[in-house]
């Protein structure tokens, strides 16, 4: 069955996480999954929409999930977590209310029976993580890396229903069949600041600072995201971030997109994935995932104590 | 003909009020049938029976409508009236104008039909009514008592002093519960082991209690006054009668590294040898130092004897023979007349979310990912002279003394999302004493405690928290914690205190979760096993919250402690207590008078024999095991059919099976055809009279 792909503004509208919409779309076709943007798709209504009018939000939502119905799709992708989000409450509200959905029907001016099903890019590879084994087990080495699932992977718990809203794993377990050694560590779903990086840009330093600080403690080398807001908090702000921390003057930290990684693991080049386009430039740390210059082999066990 | 007589309540201003209960009884007087009719302010009262009866009497009636409040609530009291003016209880009846009508009703003059339409069809009722007569079932002067905590052991101390026979079947190798593992208890501050312990030595002292310990219930049949119960007896592999208890099996097993269960899985390093944890036991075990029976059994699962063939060390060692790996897991079956299920509760664990509970848990509270965080019960065995530490409060980590702890009060209680519902009610108290025990241990030490309500209902309770906070100086957080992660050595614990409106974080060397207490992970197979009915977070039911508060539904079977919802000791003994004088109570009688309100399967002379056919549909839908199989024979002993019988001790009168009885063979006596087609033929003539009435 063909997958809905629902890109949002972010991975292509606008430039902010480009490569995040370029390394999905590279991943999926080198997977071997025929999937169809949805066609004619509108904003989500995150951030200002939401905040300002639910019942346009709503609509704005239900407009979405009719047209990929319409276009007999079922599984609609939403590799933003804040388009997943929105998708998936307006999906289960209208579900359970009929008044709701009427209204969203009219204002969208189309019919929805509440057959898609909106999933995070997250969730549609762990239900796939069969594939992703027989095609990409081992693939990488076995680097730490600190998944950070940021706030809305798994939350709302009631409408995400996926994973545990405090303490995911579903990342996590998705790096672990590639090879990578996930870290366990304390601030997988803190904020990192979201919208605030505009308006409030010293509290969202001091917010990424916290969560870089815990992975680099955590001995993470580079931390996986799938969320545009988490990665531009995160890969922004660091020399801010690491002077509110105090902890020097830079963390240097890669911050990585799930789908590029997922990419270096099944070969893809990494200028098609298009990791040449970060504030923290990665070529270390991807040159090392790509097994280039030769890993280190681990050293000989220490000889035991006699 | 009959003569009824209609006696009508109003309850005061709760039926008065709304029903106009003068014109009722004026239009039943005028009702085919009744001879009396008459309304008074309080039926109830004593005057208000004395109309009855006088009237019963005077009037020669043969039938009695009481038209009230529901019939839980008076049907006795006025059955009672009539049966002292001579007439059968089963001939009185009520007619429910009060929860049915008055009280959900506000336009007078429909409530005042509707009241008469319901007198009415009650009145038809008692006209197609007959006597019943109360039937007698013999008693077996023994009462079984499941569980072997404080609740268990009380009402068996107290059943067994009133003088009758107790079976006392408990699960763990050892009788005393989690009470034997806690340090001191609030709000006095007792040694929790020094109360405890010489109760669990008079149980197995008592020449009236027989004693199973490392059994199971496995079955309960039978019915109220005559049950019947299968025990699993666990293979124990000691000989019990031989062992003495010496302990040196104990001190030479080489199976020394199994997490105690008794030590709530706590492990802590020692502080003369750091490299070595306290806390463990071996594989052949009593519990405590002070089990009951003080007689170890082997854990096959970490026995090497059991494993891997070899070893056999604590055979060698048993100077009186007592260790024997052949033994097996036996049945007995013990007859008893009732019973007291006291099988407590187990803290709930949030480590990982429940397989049940998808998505649960506190993760972010980082329980089983950190040594230094751990739950109530392991910090009351850090606390116990008896614990791993004989009382030294110490980090798992490291075996130092930590300065600073934090305690987290509902974790997973009162959290509709995460959690349960419920509160745990004995959290408040127990972390204000051990916030209170730890500054009495450690002097320069700080006590934190995030809440969100302080809990302190009960007798000298609140002056209690009070003292941990003015006297020990505990400081108390209004808030919830967000996120506990290690930062070097020692712990962040993020939370909020909304009295100041302000973000915390504390750094922690040691933090206590409060975890839900919640009910037996077994508590629902065990419910069924009895019988017995569970509300949704499995504890056990009460038949009255109220006013039946140790009763379960199922006659003949009582609750105490906290498996019937949480519980601090007091109120366990309590309740243990009141379960047993219940108990004891139905024991004294020699035979016991039930409701004749049972079913029966119709019987009749050859050859008809019942027009029971034997489906037996009837057995699968009475949710009291009350239907049993039959065989009618002939003179020669030739089987004709095997057909339905209700054992009356155990019906309780649903009607689910006379209702689904597809040969109409079963009546519910009391509820017949005859009985309810009165009244609902009676539904609408009703109108008429009403409008005849209306002035």
């Given amino acids: 069955m063909t997958l809905g792909y629902y890109p949002g503004c972010a991975l292509k509208a606008h430039a902010t996480s480009l490569e995040y919409g370029i390394s999905t779309e590279a991943v999926l076709a080198e997977l071997g999954i025929e999937f169809q943007e949805i066609p004619d798709w509108n904003c989500c209504g995150a951030s200002a929409g939401h905040m300002t009018n639910s019942a346009l939000t709503r609509a704005l939502n239900v407009r979405n999930l009719a047209l990929a119905e319409a276009a007999g799709l079922t599984d609609v992708l939403a590799p933003c977590p804040?388009?997943?989000?929105?998708?998936?409450?307006?999906?289960?509200?209208?579900?359970?209310?009929?008044?709701?959905?009427?209204?969203?029907?009219d204002a969208a001016e189309m019919v929805y029976k509440c057959t898609a099903r909106p999933l995070t890019l997250v969730q549609y590879l762990h239900e796939q993580r069969d594939l992703v084994r027989e095609r990409a087990a081992g693939k990488l080495p076995d680097i730490p890396v600190a998944c950070y699932y940021g706030c809305l992977h798994t939350r709302p718990p009631d409408a995400m229903g996926f994973d545990d809203a405090e303490q995911p794993t579903t990342m996590d377990e998705l790096c672990r069949i590639l090879g990578l050694q996930p870290v366990e560590w304390s601030h997988k779903t803190e904020c990192c600041g979201a919208g605030f990086t505009m308006s409030k840009p010293d509290v969202v330093a001091r917010l990424t600072g916290r969560i870089l600080g815990a992975a680099s403690l955590a001995g993470a080398e580079a931390v996986v995201v799938a969320c545009p807001m988490c990665h531009a908090n995160l890969d922004m702000r660091q020399g801010e971030a690491a002077a509110d921390a105090g902890l020097g003057d830079d963390f240097h930290m890669p911050i990585i997109y799930l789908a590029q990684i997922l990419g270096l693991a099944l070969g893809i080049a990494p200028d098609d994935l298009s990791l040449g386009t970060h504030f923290v430039d990665p070529s270390d740390i991807v040159a090392r995932l790509r097994g280039e210059p030769p890993l280190e082999t681990p050293g000989d066990e220490a000889p035991e104590e006699k | 003909?009959?003569?009824?007589?209609?006696?009508?309540?109003?309850?005061?201003?709760?039926?008065?009020?709304?029903?106009?209960?003068?014109?009722?009884?004026?239009?039943?007087?005028?009702?085919?049938?009744?001879?009396?009719?008459?309304?008074?302010?309080?039926?109830?009262?004593?005057?208000?029976?004395?109309?009855?009866?006088?009237?019963?009497?005077?009037?020669?009636?043969?039938?009695?409508?009481?038209?009230?409040?529901?019939?839980?609530?008076?049907?006795?009291?006025?059955?009672?009236?009539?049966?002292?003016?001579?007439?059968?209880?089963?001939?009185?009846?009520?007619?429910?104008?009060?929860?049915?009508?008055?009280?959900?009703?506000?336009?007078?003059?429909?409530?005042?039909?509707?009241?008469?339409?319901?007198?009415?069809?009650?009145?038809?009722?008692?006209?197609?009514?007959?006597?019943?007569?109360?039937?007698?079932?013999?008693?077996?002067?023994?009462?079984?008592?499941?569980?072997?905590?404080?609740?268990?052991?009380?009402?068996?101390?107290?059943?067994?002093?009133?003088?009758?026979?107790?079976?006392?079947?408990?699960?763990?190798?050892?009788?005393?519960?989690?009470?034997?593992?806690?340090?001191?208890?609030?709000?006095?501050?007792?040694?929790?082991?020094?109360?405890?312990?010489?109760?669990?030595?008079?149980?197995?002292?008592?020449?009236?209690?027989?004693?199973?310990?490392?059994?199971?219930?496995?079955?309960?049949?039978?019915?109220?006054?005559?049950?019947?119960?299968?025990?699993?007896?666990?293979?124990?592999?000691?000989?019990?009668?031989?062992?003495?208890?010496?302990?040196?099996?104990?001190?030479?097993?080489?199976?020394?590294?199994?997490?105690?269960?008794?030590?709530?899985?706590?492990?802590?390093?020692?502080?003369?040898?750091?490299?070595?944890?306290?806390?463990?036991?071996?594989?052949?075990?009593?519990?405590?130092?002070?089990?009951?029976?003080?007689?170890?059994?082997?854990?096959?699962?970490?026995?090497?004897?059991?494993?891997?063939?070899?070893?056999?060390?604590?055979?060698?060692?048993?100077?009186?023979?007592?260790?024997?790996?052949?033994?097996?897991?036996?049945?007995?079956?013990?007859?008893?007349?009732?019973?007291?299920?006291?099988?407590?509760?187990?803290?709930?664990?949030?480590?990982?979310?429940?397989?049940?509970?998808?998505?649960?848990?506190?993760?972010?509270?980082?329980?089983?990912?950190?040594?230094?965080?751990?739950?109530?019960?392991?910090?009351?065995?850090?606390?116990?002279?008896?614990?791993?530490?004989?009382?030294?409060?110490?980090?798992?980590?490291?075996?130092?003394?930590?300065?600073?702890?934090?305690?987290?009060?509902?974790?997973?209680?009162?959290?509709?999302?995460?959690?349960?519902?419920?509160?745990?009610?004995?959290?408040?108290?127990?972390?204000?004493?051990?916030?209170?025990?730890?500054?009495?241990?450690?002097?320069?030490?700080?006590?934190?405690?995030?809440?969100?309500?302080i809990r302190a209902g009960g007798k000298t309770y609140d002056e209690f928290t009070r003292r941990t906070i003015e006297e020990d100086g505990c400081i108390y957080l209004r808030g919830r914690v967000s996120r506990i992660f290690p930062r070097g050595d020692k712990l962040v614990v993020q939370g909020a205190d909304t009295l100041s409106n302000a973000q915390v974080e504390v750094e922690a060397e040691l933090v206590v979760l409060a975890t839900a207490i919640t009910a037996q992970p077994d508590a629902e197979q065990l419910a069924q096993r009895l019988r017995v009915a569970y509300d949704k977070d499995r504890f056990f039911s009460e038949a009255h919250p109220k006013l039946r508060p140790v009763e379960s539904q199922t006659a003949g079977i009582f609750f105490a402690g906290a498996c019937q919802g949480p519980k601090d000791i007091p109120e366990s003994v309590a309740q243990a207590s009141a379960a047993a004088s219940k108990a004891a109570g139905l024991l004294n009688a020699d035979e016991l008078e039930r409701e004749p309100v049972v079913a029966q399967v119709h019987r009749a002379a050859p050859p008809v024999y019942s027009i029971c056919f034997g489906c037996f549909f009837c057995e699968r839908v009475c949710p009291y095991g009350a239907i049993e199989r039959e065989e009618i024979r002939d003179r020669g002993g030739n089987l004709i059919k095997t057909v339905a019988r209700v054992n009356e001790g155990l019906c309780t009168g649903c009607g689910l099976c006379a209702a689904s009885c597809r040969a109409n063979a079963i009546t519910l006596r009391g509820f017949n055809d005859e009985q309810l087609f009165a009244v609902v033929n009676a539904i609408g003539e009703e109108q008429e009279e009403s409008k005849a009435a209306t002035p």
């Fill in chain 1, 82 to 105: 804040l388009c997943a989000k929105e998708l998936a409450l307006a999906n289960n509200e209208v579900k359970e209310d009929a008044e709701l959905l009427e209204q969203a029907q």
């Fill in chain 2, 1 to 453: 003909m009959s003569r009824i007589g209609v006696f009508i309540c109003h309850c005061g201003e709760n039926i008065g009020s709304v029903v106009d209960c003068e014109r009722a009884a004026k239009t039943l007087a005028s009702h085919p049938g009744v001879a009396y009719s008459t309304d008074y302010k309080y039926m109830c009262s004593d005057p208000g029976q004395n109309l009855v009866k006088k009237a019963i009497a005077d009037h020669k009636l043969t039938g009695v409508v009481v038209s009230a409040c529901s019939p839980r609530m008076h049907e006795p009291t006025f059955r009672n009236a009539a049966a002292d003016a001579g007439l059968n209880p089963y001939l009185c009846e009520m007619a429910n104008i009060r929860e049915h009508c008055s009280w959900v009703h506000e336009d007078k003059e429909a409530a005042t039909r509707k009241a008469i339409e319901l007198i009415r069809l009650m009145v038809e009722k008692v006209k197609a009514n007959e006597e019943l007569q109360p039937i007698h079932v013999p008693i077996t002067k023994r009462a079984l008592v499941i569980g072997g905590g404080i609740a268990g052991i009380q009402a068996a101390l107290d059943i067994a002093n009133a003088g009758h026979e107790v079976v006392l079947v408990e699960r763990e190798p050892s009788i005393g519960g989690h009470m034997l593992q806690l340090s001191e208890t609030f709000p006095t501050l007792d040694c929790s082991q020094c109360i405890l312990t010489p109760r669990m030595v008079e149980v197995a002292r008592h020449p009236k209690i027989k004693l199973y310990t490392y059994s199971e219930v496995e079955a309960l049949d039978g019915y109220i006054g005559n049950f019947e119960v299968t025990i699993r007896m666990k293979a124990r592999s000691v000989d019990i009668e031989k062992c003495t208890g010496c302990g040196a099996c104990m001190q030479k097993c080489p199976s020394r590294k199994i997490l105690s269960e008794f030590n709530a899985g706590l492990l802590v390093p020692d502080p003369e040898n750091p490299k070595k944890k306290l806390g463990y036991r071996t594989a052949i075990y009593t519990p405590s130092p002070q089990a009951v029976p003080n007689k170890p059994v082997i854990d096959r699962e970490h026995c090497l004897y059991f494993q891997k063939g070899k070893c056999g060390v604590c055979a060698k060692v048993c100077p009186t023979d007592a260790i024997d790996y052949t033994q097996e897991e036996t049945t007995v079956t013990e007859k008893v007349g009732a019973v007291v299920v006291a099988t407590g509760y187990q803290v709930w664990s949030v480590a990982k979310a429940a397989e049940d509970y998808p998505y649960l848990g506190y993760g972010e509270y980082g329980y089983g990912t950190h040594p230094d965080i751990i739950d109530g019960l392991q910090f009351e065995r850090l606390l116990s002279a008896s614990g791993p530490t004989s009382g030294r409060v110490l980090r798992p980590s490291n075996g130092k003394e930590p300065k600073t702890v934090v305690f987290l009060s509902c974790v997973g209680s009162r959290d509709n999302e995460k959690g349960f519902t419920y509160c745990s009610k004995i959290c408040c108290m127990y972390l204000s004493k051990h916030a209170m025990l730890y500054k009495h241990k450690v002097h320069d030490g700080q006590a934190y405690n995030f809440y969100m309500d």
